[in-house]
T-cell receptor, first 111, second 115 residues
């Protein structure tokens, strides 16, 4: 069965420091991988996706993610965190017409 | 403004009553989805539709029903058979549902409370 794991329920980082939110996937072959962000009581917003090609994917708001096939990982990164980045982040993988979401990681950026 | 709208934002119902959540999109997307979000569990797929007049069950379809009579509309009915209906419900759409390479666009959600 396909699954996405986000091993950290919460990540704390100081403003201006780099941030990493971890994600591992389980599908074999060539996965389609996504990152979304959710602010309180709102829907999810698409950040970036990996379909094929360059392993480093750049997305919205300065976020990027690195696809690592050998480690089956797709970690979300940002060189310098902002307080406004504080939110809930979801990793997802898709197979044809179904998406599988991780349980989410709450990012706290302290001033 | 293009996007997905869900109404109402908050909904309260008594146990035993059916309730219908609205989802409308003007993005001309073929595929639409309903998810349920509970704290600490991420999103779980209830139903999805790749084309008008067609829909499939997701992972937790029991106690829910949908219809897709128009491309822009995908209402979800939470029936009295759903044992634990209190949750945050999210509707999403994508250009098409094939192959899974297309990102989904989400509505703002409806928080349903059943007492």
């Amino acid at each position: 069965a396909q699954s996405v794991a986000q091993p950290e329920d919460q990540v704390n980082v100081a403003e201006g420091n780099p941030l990493t939110v971890k994600c591992t996937y389980s599908v074999s072959g060539n996965p389609y991988l996504f990152w979304y962000v959710q602010y309180p009581n709102r829907g999810l917003q698409f950040l970036l996706k990996y379909i094929t090609g360059d392993n480093l994917v750049k997305g919205s708001y300065g976020f990027e993610a690195e696809f690592n096939k050998s480690q089956t990982s797709f970690h979300l990164k940002k060189p310098s965190a902002l307080v406004s980045d504080s939110a809930l982040y979801f990793c997802a993988e898709s197979n044809f017409n179904k998406f599988y979401f991780g349980s989410g990681t709450k990012l706290n950026v302290k001033p | 403004d293009g996007g997905i709208t869900q109404s109402p934002k908050y909904l309260f119902r008594k146990e035993g009553q059916n309730v219908t959540l609205s989802c409308e999109q003007n993005l001309n997307h073929d595929a639409m989805y309903w998810y349920r979000q509970d704290p600490g569990q991420g999103l779980r797929l209830i139903y999805y539709s790749q084309i008008v007049n067609d829909f499939q069950k997701g992972d937790i379809a029991e106690g829910y029903s949908v219809s897709r009579e128009k491309k822009e509309s995908f209402p979800l009915t939470v029936t009295s058979a759903q044992k634990n209906p209190t949750a945050f419900y999210l509707c999403a759409s994508s250009i098409d549902g094939a192959r899974g390479a297309r990102e989904q666009y989400f509505g703002p959600g409806t928080r349903l409370t059943v007492t």
